[in-house]
T-cell receptor
Framework: EAGVAQSPRYKIIEKRQSVAFWCNPI?????LYWYQQILGQGPKLLIQ????????DSQLPKDRFSAERLKGVDSTLKIQPAKLEDSAVYLC?????????????FGQGTRLTVV | QKEVEQDPGPLSVPEGAIVSLNCTYS??????FMWYRQYSRKGPELLMY????GNKEDGRFTAQVDKSSKYISLFIRDSQPSDSATYLC??????????????FGKGTKLSVIP
């Protein structure tokens, strides 16, 4: 079974530039999550989708971050404009259905450095 | 006070040692308790999962939950160099949005020295 795919693996941008990350969840998984993991910290949930609807985006900095999950499959997370403090690993995860607390599987993450 | 507190370490032990990793939490709504292992430059992977107070064993790993004290532990017996990773505790609760959500601790970085 293929895992959660993310791209790119690494990205370096200057502050005030924009960047986008892509995630392809495990086939058939209804729930998709984007987490931000700052160095030395645990993952922090940014946004959670159930199919193509947003379940929770309370911790997403909406003035600069946006995410979409078209057709309830792939998802993109965008940052515009980036700040230095956005330097982190952005993890995408998916689960069969978060309404039943099924296991979340994580991708390898995209490591973003903002200089 | 954060919802989940975890000593970030780092923790360094000799091969064969017993390792104890711990987390405390403040949110009584947490129902499920998990330990994830994260190797360097990889995503977290689920190691152990439990929902009731008591112990759960899986090979060299034992997860312990004490809901009355709001305390969870992971014990690793006969630790191996391959156990060197960051261990994240995670807890889930049913949110008002109608789904379960995970809250992670900071993670404890473990090094097992041969």
């Amino acid at each position: 079974e293929a895992g959660v795919a993310q791209s790119p693996r690494y990205k370096i941008i200057e502050k005030r530039q924009s960047v986008a990350f892509w995630c392809n969840p495990i086939s058939g998984h209804a729930t998709l999550y984007w987490y931000q993991q700052i160095l030395g910290q645990g993952p922090k949930l940014l946004i959670q989708f159930q199919n193509n609807g947003v379940v929770d985006d309370s911790q997403l900095p909406k003035d600069r971050f946006s995410a979409e999950r078209l057709k309830g499959v792939d998802s993109t997370l965008k940052i515009q404009p980036a700040k230095l403090e956005d330097s982190a690993v952005y993890l995408c995860a998916s689960s069969l259905d978060a309404r039943m607390n099924t296991e979340a599987f994580f991708g390898q993450g995209t490591r973003l450095t903002v200089v | 006070q954060k919802e989940v507190e975890q000593d970030p370490g780092p923790l360094s032990v000799p091969e064969g040692a017993i390792v104890s990793l711990n987390c405390t939490y403040s949110n009584s709504a947490f129902q499920y308790f998990m330990w994830y292992r994260q190797y360097s430059r990889k995503g977290p992977e689920l190691l152990m999962y439990t929902y009731s107070s008591g112990n759960k064993e899986d090979g060299r790993f034992t997860a312990q939950v004490d809901k009355s004290s709001k305390y969870i532990s992971l014990f690793i017996r006969d630790s191996q160099p391959s156990d060197s990773a960051t261990y994240l505790c995670a807890m889930s609760s049913f949110s008002g949005a109608g789904s379960y959500q995970l809250t992670f601790g900071k993670g404890t970085k473990l090094s097992v020295i041969p």
